[in-house]
């Protein structure tokens, strides 16, 4: 009984934002300050606006997960995260982030066809805490951007609250639907259909980091005709897209 009441108290301490001896002990030092880094970073997103910068000087990361499957609660996980920055219109090509993530279960063999991830190549790979963290400190307050963003979503969703037990916090764009505004007569909104359309070189499909540098390539070009349209602003662009 004595026990249980001195896990509950961590746990409340835990929740309530606490990184205290007790809890460093209990997770690890390494992943306590981890936990908390990520804590305090959604922390200060929840007060960060963003809504009147200027398009033309936001600073954004293009990211992009690969997965075991389609279900974060039902036992699938991260086994890699890809990111690339880009500074309103300049795509930065050197600042990038990548990683693979051990998913402490086995990758399965259609994954492996479809992304090159092996069992092997995970096998030594961070953990979920040390990839999230390293992810979330390379994005900094910066707002996200990934195409058909809600299976990302979803993912990175599940992740910080297992292990942070925070929610993303961040601002999230689409570029599916944005997509879907500047040309509403497609048939298809697949990546590899947008980016042909876009004529942007397609390169390792499936690849996190590939992924994402070609999704901030079909930015570049958005951004160029959303200006057109005297859309300056990420609240004016919030505005279109919620009409469409």
Excluded: C
């Excluded at 001195?6 to 690890?28: C, D, F, N």
């Amino acid at each position: 009984m004595k026990q249980q009441r001195g896990v509950g108290r961590m746990w409340h301490l835990y929740k309530m934002g606490g990184l205290t001896p007790a809890i460093a002990s209990m997770m690890g030092v390494q992943n306590a300050q981890q936990m908390a880094f990520i804590r305090a970073a959604s922390k200060e997103q929840r007060n960060l606006s963003q809504l009147d910068q200027p398009l033309r000087e936001l600073e954004v990361v293009v990211f992009d997960l690969e997965t075991t499957g389609f279900y974060p609660y039902n036992g699938d996980e991260i086994i890699s995260i890809g990111g690339v920055l880009l500074r309103g219109e300049h795509l930065e090509k050197s600042e990038t982030f990548y990683s693979l993530i051990n998913p402490r279960r086995k990758v399965p063999a259609h994954i492996t066809a479809l992304t090159g991830i092996t069992n092997e190549m995970v096998a030594d790979a961070p953990d979920l805490m040390t990839a999230l963290h390293n992810f979330m400190e390379f994005v900094g307050k910066r707002v996200l951007i990934a195409h058909g963003s809600g299976h990302d979503k979803q993912f990175l969703n599940a992740a910080l609250w297992r292990t942070s037990k925070v929610n993303l916090t961040h601002r999230v764009l689409d570029t599916m639907m944005v997509a879907k505004w500047l040309e509403p007569k497609r048939d298809n909104y697949g990546l590899d259909e947008l980016l042909e359309g876009a004529g942007i070189s397609i390169t390792h499909r499936h690849h996190a980091l590939h992924d994402a540098l070609m999704t901030a390539e079909l930015w570049q070009q958005y951004l160029k005709r959303i200006f057109l349209k005297n859309i300056t602003t990420l609240a004016d662009l919030y505005a279109y897209l919620s009409k469409h």
